[in-house]
């Protein structure tokens, strides 16, 4: 019985924690970069987008496919580095617990 109540005080401990990060991220900004930086990003972990910034030589429209593709490169960028923040803070919160390997908590 002692780990039951073990198992449901790490767990209630997990989700205050799990919470508190899920708060942080919000907060947490990642940067994406295309083009050699020509075409810049910024987004929180969360994957709000906040800024984009666009080198003004790509402001043409001969270019226009180019310029849209540099945007994907950028926000997919963004994207890797916002999941990766996530996952490096998910496992900080769940260290030293024992879940099965390939568990998605969010």
Do not use: C, H, W, Y
């Not at 800024?51 to 960028?77: F, P, Q, R």
């Not at 923040?85 to 617990?97: D, H, S, W, Y």
């Amino acid at each position: 019985m002692k780990d039951i109540m073990g198992i449901m005080k790490q767990a209630q401990a997990m989700q205050a924690k799990m919470a508190e990060m899920q708060a942080e991220l919000d907060n947490v900004e990642v940067q994406g970069t295309a083009g050699g930086g020509a075409v810049t990003l910024v987004m929180t972990a969360k994957g709000q987008m906040k800024s984009v910034s666009i080198d003004a030589s790509l402001m043409n429209a001969d270019e226009k496919e180019i310029l849209e593709d540099l945007v994907v490169a950028a926000v997919n960028d963004a994207r890797q580095k916002a999941e990766r923040t996530m996952q490096e803070r998910m496992a900080e919160v769940t260290k030293g617990l024992p879940l099965p390997p390939g568990l998605k908590l969010f």
